[in-house]
């Protein structure tokens, strides 16, 4: 799906803005404090992410977002205590009131204290809230009903959204990288009275890395256990054969192989360097070696192939942060760690004993590059937080390299023109040319 443009009509009873959406992957939304421009990022989360209860406490009269596949409207339908919203669609004579409260009120024959049991991987930690201990998010009911609805039984979701409205917030999916990115708020309860009530961004996503890396490893390894298993087989066999390399094309497929462990094992994604033997090893390939070192090469490189998708990620992500936005200081990567610090000299240093400047830039381009995919609409919130003038200027430059290899849309929200840094072609303003 592509968004076109995005309409929303007395927000806060004063402002009409109008956002068109670039043709290419990057639009970037400016105004002074105060106008909305944040907003605008959380109406889009809102509504592909079917957080429905922001929208019903936001205080607006209409939005429409145009897009590819029709045009979604979403009216106030009770705009004094803004309790409910009123969803439709241009192409679909189907309108649906959606209302905070109503789930409850019509919900009583279980308790909502029994979600734990229904979803296995919340549990209560307040009256109304509920973390998910796989990523330390906080939900409310609301949020814990619209995110999470196919765990629960139909008796807390008897008031289902049209499946129009679900088809298309299920045709796009959208990331939003929030302001506040050092912290993530955990709550504590009587029950998990040690708890720590927040965690450090991170130090978290330096033990994702290390999960993603280890899943990798796995891979490879199943990989290689069932290529190694089948290896005499296929070997043996006559009648399907691969196509022979002949010797210079198994020097060169040799060679590359040994290059591509080379660079997985700058990061460690490998236990170990394996060299080849020298050239003139190589030289002495007779015929009946061809087969051999054929199958060899295919398996190597289909169990190399698992490494692929993560090592792009870890050398972009890592190339950035050693080229001048780290004050003397490295970032080193294994699967260990995930990624950790050191000085110029050598000396380990914690991740949060980087400036708070440094850890924005590494939280920032870690969400960026590992916690999206391709096509998936990206939104950021005021990206200059913490940076420094000269790191601002060059936002857009490693955002479109990252682009590059993630083939994702951009929404941006910002005040600040070193990020703009002259693409002001990119740029809408809601004081003048995004008000209507």
Known sequence: MEIYTLLIKGLFGHFNHKVNFKDGNITIITAPNGYGKTVCLKVI?????????????????????????????????????????????????????????????????????????????????GPREWEDHRTD??????????????????????????????????????????????????????????RKSFVDTIEKYADELSNLIRESGFRSAQ????????????????????????????????????????ELSAFNLLVSEQHLPALQVLDEIKDEDKKVLTLYVQDTIEKLSAYEK?????????????????????????SESGFYFETEKGKPLKPTQLSSGEQHQVVLLYELIFKTEKNVLVLIDEPEISLHVAWQKEFLKDLKEIIEIQNMPV??????????DGNWDLTVDLEGGGSI
């Not at 209409?62 to 009216?75: C, F, R």
């Not at 796009?172 to 929030?178: C, G, V």
């Not at 070997?235 to 290059?259: C, F, I, V």
């Not at 929404?411 to 703009?420: G, L, N």
């Open 45 to 125: 989360d809102a509504i592909f992410n079917r957080k429905l209860s922001f929208l019903c406490d936001l205080h607006f009269k209409s939005i429409e977002m145009h897009t590819s596949q029709g045009i979604i409207v979403i009216d106030k339908s009770d705009e004094e205590n803004g309790s409910s919203i009123v969803l439709g669609h241009s192409e679909i004579n189907d309108p649906h009131e959606y209302s905070k409260d109503y789930e409850f009120s019509k919900s009583k024959k279980i308790s909502i204290s029994s979600i734990d049991k229904f979803i296995p991987f919340l549990h209560r930690v």
């Open 137 to 194: 998010e906080i939900f409310s009911i609301e949020e814990v009903i619209e995110n999470f609805s196919e765990y629960l039984p139909e008796e807390f979701t008897t008031k289902t959204l049209p499946q129009w409205y679900l088809d298309f917030s299920d045709s796009l999916n959208a990331h939003f990288i929030q302001d506040q990115r050092l912290i993530q708020r955990k709550i504590n309860s009587p029950h998990h009275a040690r």
């Open 411 to 420: 929404v941006i929200a910002t005040h600040s023109p070193q990020i703009i």
């Open 223 to 262: 990989v290689s256990q069932q290529l190694d298993t089948t290896f005499p087989v296929r070997l043996l066999r006559k009648d399907k054969s691969p196509p022979l390399l002949n010797k210079e094309e198994l020097k060169y497929e040799l060679q590359k192989l040994q290059e591509k462990r080379s």
């Open 310 to 334: 993560i090592y792009k990620k870890i050398e972009l992500f890592s190339r950035i942060l050693n080229t001048k936005r780290l004050s003397f200081k490295k970032i080193k990567v294994n």
